[in-house]
């Protein structure tokens, strides 16, 4: 069992932040560290040459399930390749990995560092994260991983190998976490894949809110 009070990071109130939403400058990856900073909202996010940054951005993005909107031309592809199996954290490493070298437009590297995939991976083993991958025959061809704190997910990171295959695991994603009883994800960058479902962003006092109330449910 965790326990946030070890972590590096006294974190100060999630809405004092600085330009963009950077909150603290420093501190370390450990689980304590990750889980008390998921619990109050807020999220690391490492940039080259720097100490680990972590923030708390003033417009958070969010994917409400009573919003979700599948793509007809993406139900007809799930439905033309019946041999895709989707598998739930056989591999957390590996799609992140896979995730950190995929290739994106207008990016150039990746946050993903080698240290990120060493203190996510020590998290998901401590029950604190969750990925799913989207395999056909013998081939990991897509996946997307992220944390599962205080009953709120919050999605990281997705990749690709064929097309639509990131769909199909943010789709697979939404309807795993709706049986455990969730109602919304929260998705932090609403992407063009994210907008296409339904992904929108509100204010960071409404998030906290929702936060709060899905901590008391727990």
Known sequence: MINPM????????????????????GGGLDAPTLYAAYSRGIFPWPQVGLPMLWFSPESR????????????????HRNKHPQIEYRINQ??????????????PGQVGTWISEEMVLAYTKFFEEGYALCVEVWEGTELI????????????SGESMFYKTPNA???????????????????????????????FGGKY?????????????????
Not at 168 to 189: C, N, P, S, T, Y
Request: aromatic content about 10%; overall charge positive; hydrophobic content about 45%.
């Open 6 to 25: 070890e972590s590096s990071i006294d974190f100060p109130d999630p809405r004092n932040t600085l330009a963009d939403g950077l909150l603290v400058i």
């Open 61 to 76: 993005r969010v994917l409400f399930f009573k919003d979700f909107h599948v793509p007809e031309s993406l139900r007809r």
């Open 91 to 104: 591999n957390f490493s590996k799609v992140m990995t896979e995730c950190a070298q995929q290739t994106r």
């Open 142 to 153: 897509g996946g997307i991983y992220g944390v599962l704190v205080g009953g709120v997910f």
């Open 166 to 196: 990131s769909k199909l695991a943010f789709w697979r994603l939404i309807e795993i976490l709706q049986k455990m009883g969730h109602e919304w994800i929260d998705v932090q960058m609403v992407t063009p894949v994210v907008a296409s």
């Open 202 to 218: 509100i204010a960071r006092e409404e998030y906290l809110k929702m936060l709060r109330d899905r901590q008391s449910q727990k």
